[in-house]
């Protein structure tokens, strides 16, 4: 027992060389800086690898010199003044020194001198650990801080911090003391369901309990009670965070009583809106009603005495022409144009007025094959007229056939009629624009009109130009208008006095 004893003692001894040789590997693979120097005069004894290569000193930049002679340590509190001290006291520290590396880069350090008896002699270890990453992980880890206190702080929705395994209220923002009228005091270090505002609410110990579970609960509508006694709604909504090696929990509360006003009240008004529609509905339907019974009184009853009008005024002009002054043979045939003058307004008339109740059928519709049934059923009211007419490009469109037929009847006889007195009269017929914004159009180089009167234009038995000269009923346009309308386009015109007129519209 005594030989293996003494066998273990010699197997553990170390020689001088074996620890020096276990030093040197130490202090040349160390990950911080080291330097040695003479405890007595300050001078560099040895510097390890890794100091010269955090600094970019050469190793004879060091060597044989006294700290406060190596540049990166000039400007430092690593003085004559603190070797002194460390002298005297053989320990010094320093947690957070700057150092200018040889290429001018700034960096922290953390350093650390102690004086080491080593045989007979002292000498000084400075351990110099670079901690600059370190800083500033720490420095924006601070700023995040900073920003989240200044968000907690100034956020206009309620914040409450919790912890996540007790339900024990951590922090409160000023928003929601002030929302719900209690003190900081009455919060901090409470559970959530013991804050008076929270007593009755479903925010409760199952709710924190289901909560734990699911690391997510939201109230889109809860009733909250302040301190004051004030009803408010808010949405609430909580989040289990991770921070650092604990969870937390963050619920936001905001305070949503007035977005739940405005809906109630909108809801209220619709509503209310939906039964003043019911109500101008029926009203409309009404209205409607009592006007065909005028148009099925304007279709018979007047013209019946129209019809006999004319056919008394014909038969005194067949029967008691020759016994007739030329004036008195003119006032009848004037009464006969009248007659027929008043039967056209009252087809126009009828004709504007079955537009609104008339159903809008849709279907693809070749607008150029529309044209040239439309000049050849106009060309025979011509008189053997000589118009040039041109035809350009019309896509096809969605529209209603026959309305859309009235609408270039319409159109193209008013370009016929207002040409009428041109020696070289010209119509052209076309399109405009691309796909998005596509229009269709009249032009022609009649009489034109004056654009301060284009307001007129569109309205019922509105006329820019004189009867006498022009005949017509003043509702062709307005036909025109509203057939367009219905198709939900609209029309518009162009013109100058004597320089003609273009009629655009769009479907």
Same mark, same amino acid.
């Given at each position: 027992?005594?030989?293996?004893? &003494?066998?273990?003692?010699?197997?553990?001894?170390?020689?001088?060389?074996?620890?020096?040789?276990?030093?040197?590997?130490?202090?040349?693979? =160390?990950?911080?800086?080291?330097?040695?120097?003479?405890?007595?005069?300050?001078?560099?004894?040895?510097?390890?690898?890794?100091?010269?290569?955090? $600094?970019?000193?050469?190793?004879?930049?060091?060597?044989?010199?006294?700290?406060?002679?190596?540049? =990166?340590?000039?400007?430092?509190?690593?003085?004559?003044?603190?070797?002194?001290?460390?002298?005297?006291?053989?320990?010094?520290?320093?947690?957070?020194?700057?150092?200018?590396?040889?290429?001018?880069?700034?960096?922290?350090?953390?350093?650390?001198?102690?004086?080491?008896?080593?045989?007979?002699?002292?000498?000084?270890?400075?351990?110099?650990?670079?901690?600059?990453?370190?800083?500033?992980?720490?420095?924006?880890?601070?700023?995040?801080?900073?920003?989240? /206190?200044?968000?907690?702080?100034?956020?206009?929705?309620?914040? $409450?911090? $919790?912890?996540?395994?007790?339900?024990?209220?951590?922090?409160?923002?000023? *928003?929601?003391?002030?929302?719900?009228? *209690?003190?900081?005091?009455?919060?901090?270090?409470?559970?959530?369901?013991?804050?008076?505002?929270?007593?009755?609410?479903?925010?409760?110990?199952?709710?924190?309990?289901?909560?734990?579970?699911?690391? *997510?609960?939201? *109230?889109? %509508?809860?009733?909250?009670?302040?301190?004051?006694?004030?009803?408010?709604?808010?949405?609430?909504?909580?989040?289990?965070?991770?921070?650092? =090696?604990?969870?937390?929990?963050?619920?936001?509360?905001?305070?949503?009583?007035?977005?739940?006003?405005?809906?109630?009240?909108?809801?209220?008004?619709?509503?209310?809106?939906?039964?003043?529609?019911?109500?101008?509905?029926?009203?409309?339907?009404?209205?409607?009603?009592?006007?065909?019974?005028?148009?099925?009184?304007?279709?018979?009853?007047? /013209?019946?005495?129209? /019809?006999?009008?004319?056919?008394?005024? &014909?038969?005194?002009?067949?029967?008691?022409?020759?016994?007739?002054?030329?004036?008195?043979? &003119?006032?009848?045939?004037?009464?006969?144009?009248?007659?027929?003058?008043?039967?056209?307004?009252?087809?126009?008339?009828?004709?504007?007025?079955?537009?609104?109740?008339?159903?809008?059928?849709?279907?693809?519709?070749?607008?150029?094959?529309?044209?040239?049934?439309?000049?050849?059923?106009?060309?025979?009211?011509?008189?053997?007229?000589?118009?040039?007419?041109?035809?350009?490009?019309?896509?096809?469109?969605?529209?209603?056939?026959?309305?859309?037929?009235?609408?270039?009847?319409? $159109?193209?006889?008013?370009?016929?009629?207002?040409?009428?007195?041109?020696?070289?009269?010209?119509?052209?017929?076309?399109?405009?624009?691309?796909?998005?914004?596509?229009?269709?159009?009249?032009?022609?180089?009649?009489?034109?009109? %004056?654009?301060?009167?284009?307001?007129?234009?569109?309205?019922?038995?509105? /006329?820019?130009? &004189?009867?006498?000269?022009?005949?017509?009923?003043?509702?062709?346009?307005?036909?025109?208008?509203?057939?367009?309308?219905?198709?939900?386009?609209?029309?518009?015109?162009?013109?100058?006095?004597?320089?003609?007129?273009?009629?655009?519209?769009?479907?």
């Amino acid at each position: 027992m005594k030989r293996l004893a &003494r066998k273990a003692e010699k197997s553990i001894t170390i020689s001088p060389k074996d620890s020096e040789l276990r030093y040197r590997r130490l202090f040349e693979t =160390a990950q911080d800086g080291i330097l040695i120097l003479d405890a007595k005069t300050g001078m560099i004894d040895d510097v390890n690898p890794y100091l010269i290569n955090m $600094l970019g000193y050469s190793h004879a930049e060091f060597i044989k010199k006294k700290i406060w002679e190596v540049r =990166a340590f000039k400007d430092i509190e690593a003085s004559k003044d603190a070797f002194a001290a460390l002298q005297k006291n053989e320990y010094i520290r320093y947690e957070d020194l700057p150092l200018k590396t040889k290429d001018g880069r700034m960096i922290q350090v953390e350093f650390i001198s102690n004086v080491y008896l080593v045989g007979n002699e002292k000498v000084i270890q400075c351990n110099i650990r670079n901690i600059t990453d370190r800083r500033h992980t720490e420095d924006a880890l601070q700023e995040s801080e900073t920003r989240y /206190r200044r968000l907690f702080e100034t956020a206009q929705d309620g914040v $409450l911090i $919790l912890d996540a395994e007790t339900g024990m209220i951590e922090d409160v923002n000023p *928003y929601l003391i002030k929302m719900l009228g *209690y003190s900081r005091e009455e919060f901090i270090q409470r559970k959530l369901w013991e804050v008076g505002a929270f007593k009755d609410i479903e925010a409760s110990k199952e709710a924190f309990e289901a909560l734990q579970k699911n690391e *997510y609960i939201r *109230y889109e %509508d809860l009733p909250l009670k302040a301190i004051d006694g004030r009803l408010m709604q808010v949405e609430f909504v909580s989040n289990v965070y991770l921070v650092g =090696a604990k969870k937390v929990i963050q619920c936001n509360i905001r305070d949503i009583t007035e977005r739940k006003q405005a809906e109630r009240e909108r809801r209220q008004f619709n509503e209310e809106l939906e039964q003043r529609v019911i109500q101008r509905t029926a009203q409309l339907e009404a209205a409607n009603k009592e006007l065909e019974a005028f148009s099925y009184s304007v279709s018979h009853d007047l /013209r019946a005495p129209l /019809r006999s009008i004319d056919g008394f005024s &014909r038969i005194l002009l067949e029967d008691f022409g020759p016994q007739l002054s030329g004036d008195a043979q &003119r006032y009848l045939n004037l009464v006969r144009a009248n007659t027929v003058q008043m039967g056209n307004l009252v087809d126009d008339l009828l004709a504007f007025a079955r537009l609104g109740r008339q159903p809008v059928n849709k279907q693809p519709v070749s607008v150029e094959k529309i044209i040239r049934q439309v000049l050849e059923e106009l060309s025979a009211e011509q008189n053997d007229r000589q118009v040039e007419i041109s035809i350009g490009a019309l896509p096809q469109c969605e529209a209603d056939p026959a309305l859309l037929k009235q609408v270039y009847v319409n $159109l193209i006889s008013n370009a016929f009629k207002f040409t009428r007195k041109r020696k070289h009269a010209h119509i052209e017929i076309g399109s405009e624009g691309q796909d998005g914004s596509l229009s269709y159009f009249v032009r022609d180089n009649g009489v034109g009109f %004056d654009m301060k009167y284009v307001g007129k234009l569109f309205g019922v038995f509105q /006329r820019l130009h &004189r009867a006498e000269d022009y005949e017509g009923t003043g509702v062709g346009l307005a036909i025109v208008q509203r057939i367009i309308l219905r198709h939900g386009g609209h029309v518009w015109a162009e013109a100058e006095v004597d320089k003609g007129a273009t009629f655009h519209f769009t479907i």
